[in-house]
């Protein structure tokens, strides 16, 4: 089992930044990634971001790619995303995902392809 808790959204400016957390608690399996996807109103969840645990990988959305960066804090099992130059088209729900053992092509970008979701944090960006 693993569970997941999302902070840092809120309200933000275009041209602002805000700073993503994703906690994890529960084992962690041997091929465990993290990643972002979001959702706006009327909208289907879009991937954002993953990182894989054991081997480093990074891969940014060419949606977020150049604004947005993806990290981790191994000891706290905690994933960040880093959000720079916002725009008002990035107001959505974000959400945190895991999977303990993932298996796949990278990135891992679909829905499918996690196991856990966090409950969410908003981020609204104001024009």
């Known amino acids: 089992q693993v569970q997941l808790v999302e902070s840092g959204g809120g309200l933000v400016q275009a041209g602002g930044s805000l700073r993503l957390s994703c906690a994890a608690s529960?084992?962690?399996?041997?091929?465990?990634?993290m990643g972002w996807f979001r959702q706006a109103l009327g909208k289907e969840r879009e991937f954002v971001a993953a990182?894989?645990?054991?081997?480093?990988?990074?891969y940014v959305a060419d949606s977020v790619k150049g604004r947005f960066t993806i990290s981790r804090d191994n000891a706290k099992i905690t994933m960040y995303l880093q959000m720079n130059s916002l725009k008002p088209e990035d107001t959505a729900v974000y959400y945190c995902?895991?999977?303990?053992?993932?298996?796949?092509?990278?990135?891992?970008?679909?829905?499918?392809?996690?196991?856990?979701w966090g409950q969410g944090t908003q981020v609204t960006v104001s024009s």
């Open positions: 995902a895991a999977d303990k053992f993932w298996s796949g092509s990278w990135p891992p970008e679909k829905v499918g392809e996690y196991d856990y």
């Open positions: 529960g084992r962690t399996g041997s091929r465990y990634v």
């Open positions: 990182i894989s645990w054991s081997g480093g990988s990074t």
